[in-house]
């Protein structure tokens, strides 16, 4: 069966372009997160949402970060005026289970480099 | 703020070596996961470990819980090049099985060379 898909796989922005992340969820799942992964680090948390709620957005950075995910399937994940401290992987993760619970199934990521 | 350390952070062995990874913290966890994940990829899960003192095992991969669930280890039998990648725990604070807010290592780079 089909896994979390992301998409772009890899996105070269200049400092202060507008980016936008997909992430397409395996069908079904309640709860989708988001994570940002800096190269050789662990994922650090941004936020989670149960369907079409984003019940947690306390790990996003700043107020440039901003995602939704309207139907409660598709999330995307919007960067504003990108800066380079923001080059990183972004991972996308959902789960079957609503609250958090059960295990978590992680796309490819989105790896953004600003330049 | 990382709360969980992984040591060794880079680890180079021969094939067939026997090597053990270790994460450690001050915090208590409701749960524990080891995940490894590959370039290019998303953090594949191996296990999860909720019981003080628990031991699972997975074909050569025998993770343990420390008794008072603030650390756990990693031990590879017999270590292969297919177990090359990075090694992540990521620990779980509250009820038991909610990940909303998982905790992650930074993670060891493990390279296993034939």
């Known amino acids: 069966g089909a896994g979390v898909s992301q998409s772009p796989r890899y996105k070269v922005a200049k400092r202060g372009q507008d980016v936008a992340l997909r992430c397409d969820p395996i069908?079904?799942?309640?709860?989708l997160f988001w994570y940002q992964q800096a190269l050789g680090q662990g994922p650090e948390f941004l936020t989670y949402f149960q369907n079409e709620a984003q019940l947690d957005k306390s790990g996003l950075p700043s107020d440039r970060f901003f995602a939704e995910r309207p139907e409660g399937s598709v999330s995307t994940l919007k960067i504003q005026r990108t800066q380079q401290e923001d080059s990183a992987v972004y991972l996308c993760?959902?789960?079957?289970?609503?609250?958090?619970?059960?295990?978590?199934?992680f796309g490819p990521g989105t790896r953004l480099t600003v330049t | 703020t990382q709360l969980l350390e992984q040591s060794p952070q880079f680890l180079s062995i021969q094939e067939g070596e026997n090597l053990t990874v270790y994460c450690n913290s001050s915090?208590?966890?409701?749960?524990l996961q080891w995940y490894r994940q590959e370039p290019g990829e998303g953090p594949v899960l191996l296990v999860t470990?909720?019981?003080g003192g628990e031991v699972k095992k997975l074909k050569r991969l025998t993770f343990q819980f420390g008794d008072a669930r603030k650390d756990s280890s990693l031990h590879i039998t017999a270590a292969q090049p297919g177990d090359t990648g990075l090694y992540l725990c990521a620990g779980a604070l509250g009820n038991a099985g909610n990940n909303r807010k998982l905790i992650w290592g930074l993670g060891t780079s493990l390279a296993v060379n034939p």
């Open positions: 069908s079904g799942h309640v709860s």
């Open positions: 915090s208590v966890f409701s749960s």
């Open positions: 470990v909720v019981t």
């Open positions: 993760a959902s789960s079957l289970l609503a609250g958090g619970f059960g295990e978590q199934y």
